[in-house]
């Protein structure tokens, strides 16, 4: 997900395997929603680290809590 935007390349695989199984489906057009959740969150900060707990509030902004 690196190559598609700078937001994932410090988020670990087994987040990214995570957010695909609940969110993404292995869909790249599905992907778009977190990321524009994830880079709204994440404005202003110098350097913001995606994790399990911030995927989960970006999850739970989409689709309710999981």
Not at 23 to 51: C, I, M, Q
């Amino acid at each position: 997900m690196a190559a598609f935007h700078p937001l994932w390349e410090d988020v670990s695989e087994d987040d990214v395997a995570w957010l695909d199984e609940h969110v993404g489906h292995g869909n790249f057009r599905t992907w778009a929603k977190p990321t524009s959740h994830l880079t709204a969150e994440s404005y202003g900060r110098s350097r913001a680290v995606v994790d399990r707990r911030l995927l989960e509030q970006a999850c739970a902004r989409l689709m309710g809590p999981l």
